[in-house]
């Protein structure tokens, strides 16, 4: 549906490929030259009212925030068993509002990562951006995260735990530079548009390659989210292209959904594809106690020439199950077992015990 909609408002011609629509090659510069400036217009123009209405009882101020994800896990596999402490990620933000519809943030993120086979700490900006929000649109522009992301994460739930399987996959960078909006077109129907970067918030140097990426939120019932996204990257041939379609039940006794994730030429690579799906559940146990589980499973291609699937040590089976604790407010702790089962029949399972904790301000 948004493909259709870009390329009506590009004056672009779309042939279909298997589940994707396909730029023709012979207007790639035409989309480049004419997409990004009337996108980017429509998206800074809009957002100009209202500065002259602003109450007089209202006072710009600003706020600290921080977010903290610890864990102590075992892991074993093949007879072997490994423990640890770590401190996966480290939010330290200010929130700044200039106006009731202009505000600011820039948040650092503290996280781990692996350098030359060993596993440090280090720090990014991941987030620095100005936007307004009259509460049916918005418009943000500057070092901004993935609405994708940010909406999958609020439908799991335990993004202390684990991440959305579109993001532990790669498919989709967790925050980019770039400029994005949010439109309310109804009282069901959100939709949101974005022009980034596309390699996300830790490679931000220019190469005339832009992520256009569009989705909607749809709430038909009450209780009840449809979520569909759909991106694409690079030039025609190789052009990388990115969809999902995830729909859930979100009620006061249960919550339980699906997703269906995939991606076509990943990292402009023609033919290297790869999908998956999702399927999780929480269930409430008493006031403060919640069951969640989870099932992924990953799957790539094998590309010409290859005997095996170009993805093959990441694809498989993933499972998640656990219990969230919330003894006070803004304080999540979670006992929790998760499982990758590789694809290859001579590879070990991996198992993973641990106690992970969620704290915020």
Not at 121 to 138: E, K, P, V
Not at 299 to 308: K, R
Request: glycine share 10%; net charge neutral; charged share 20%.
């Amino acid at each position: 549906m948004f493909v259709t909609t870009l390329s009506h408002l590009c004056n672009l011609n779309v042939t279909k490929a298997g589940d994707f629509c396909i730029v023709k090659p012979s207007i790639i510069n035409q989309m480049r030259m004419k997409i990004l400036p009337v996108v980017i217009g429509i998206m800074m123009l809009t957002a100009v009212p209202c500065a002259a209405q602003e109450s007089t009882d209202f006072k710009p101020s600003g706020k600290f925030f921080g977010l903290l994800f610890a864990n102590y896990h075992t892991t074993f596999s093949g007879g072997d068993n490994n423990s640890a402490f770590e401190v996966t990620r480290s939010y330290f933000g200010y929130d700044f509002s200039f106006s009731k519809e202009i505000s600011s943030r820039v948040m650092y993120d503290g996280t781990t990562g692996v350098i030359n086979g060993k596993t440090i700490y280090s720090g990014y900006l991941r987030n620095a951006y100005l936007q307004y929000d009259n509460g049916r649109f918005l418009v943000r522009g500057g070092l901004i995260g993935t609405e994708q992301i940010s909406m999958m994460e609020k439908i799991w739930g335990y993004r202390y735990v684990t991440k959305p399987p579109i993001d532990y996959t790669g498919m989709i960078q967790a925050a980019d530079l770039g400029v994005m909006t949010v439109v309310q077109a109804g009282e069901f129907l959100d939709l949101d548009l974005s022009v980034t970067n596309g390699r996300g918030f830790k490679d931000i140097a220019a190469n005339g390659t832009y992520r256009l990426s569009a989705g909607f939120t749809l709430t038909p019932a009450q209780n009840m989210l449809v979520r569909g996204f759909y991106d694409m990257m690079g030039p025609s041939g190789r052009m990388q292209r990115t969809a999902s379609i995830t729909a859930a039940w979100m009620g006061p006794k249960f919550n339980a959904g699906a997703e269906y994730f995939r991606q076509d030429n990943a990292s402009m690579t023609e033919g290297r594809n790869y999908s998956g799906i999702s399927i999780f559940t929480r269930v409430p146990l008493a006031e403060k106690v919640k069951f969640f589980a989870r099932y992924d499973r990953i799957a790539s291609v094998t590309m010409d020439g290859a005997e095996d699937p170009w993805n093959l040590s990441r694809d498989g089976s993933y499972i998640y199950a656990g219990i969230d604790f919330s003894p006070v407010k803004n304080v999540r702790i979670s006992p929790n077992y998760n499982s990758y089962i590789p694809p290859a029949e001579n590879s070990d399972n991996v198992g993973t015990i641990g106690l992970n904790i969620e704290a915020k301000f």
